[in-house]
């Protein structure tokens, strides 16, 4: 079946920093959805893309979705201690989706 | 997007008893699912519930320990029979929405459970 593996597990950010978080699948997706957890809370949907080499922005938030759409990331700039929580890709197709395996951010004030 | 809520919100249960989740949501929803996350782990998705038709089950999930009800579009059950401490998870239920031209879920807030 289809899997999704995003890397890093854990993400400690100075505060003010910049981090990658990249999301990679074995099959090519229809899209891909981010998520944001903050601790204690529920999923929360951030974005989705569709389209081959698409790129969204969200104030400090940048998500991509690669050419071959297998591969995105979500970049962000400046991180702020508002930014704490778990970032989860979930790769769709047809209407299920599979999430990765999430990155946990910690920002040091 | 919806509104959708989760009861209980938690709960603490004993070995072999079963606990009856229920997720409403305020508007009609074609696709309801069920996720089970465990304690510092991703979502795994248990089924896919439709209304008017059997849940549809994913590899590792049965019926008979995770049966599901959805008698309308607004609303749906997850019980978790026969607990062990090994279902000691959040339970999330979310739904499926179709926004301009693909579809997203949103999820509800979660049912925390502990099962000693």
């Known amino acids: 079946g289809q899997q999704v593996m995003q890397i890093p597990q854990y993400q400690h950010v100075q505060e003010g920093e910049d981090f990658t978080t990249y999301c990679n699948s074995s099959?090519?997706?229809?899209?891909i959805q981010w998520y944001k957890q903050r601790p204690g809370g529920h999923p929360v949907f951030l974005i989705q893309?569709?389209?081959?080499?698409e790129v969204k922005k969200q104030k400090r938030l940048t998500f991509q979705f690669g050419e071959a759409k297998k591969n995105s990331s979500l970049h962000i700039t400046a991180t702020q201690t508002t930014d704490v929580g778990t970032y989860f890709c979930?790769?769709?197709?047809?209407?299920?989706?599979?999430f990765g395996a999430g990155t946990t951010v910690t920002v040091r004030a | 997007s919806a509104v959708i809520s989760q009861k209980p919100s938690r709960d603490i249960c004993q070995r072999g008893t079963s606990l009856t989740i229920q997720c409403q949501v305020d508007?009609?929803?074609?696709?309801m699912f069920w996720y089970r996350q465990q304690p510092g782990q991703s979502l795994t998705l248990i089924a896919t519930?439709?209304?008017?038709?059997?849940?549809?089950?994913e590899s590792g999930f049965v019926i008979d320990k995770f049966p599901i009800s959805r008698p309308n579009l607004t609303f749906s059950t997850l019980t978790v029979s026969n607990m062990s401490p090994e279902d000691s998870s959040i339970y999330l239920c979310?739904?499926?929405?179709?926004?301009?031209?693909?579809?997203?879920?949103?999820f509800g807030p979660g049912t925390r459970l502990t099962v000693l």
């Open positions: 979310s739904v499926d929405f179709y926004q301009g031209y693909t579809d997203t879920q949103y």
């Open positions: 099959t090519t997706l229809s899209n």
């Open positions: 893309l569709v389209k081959s080499g």
């Open positions: 979930a790769g769709s197709n047809d209407y299920k989706l599979s």
């Open positions: 508007s009609q929803v074609t696709m």
């Open positions: 519930a439709n209304q008017g038709s059997e849940a549809t089950y």
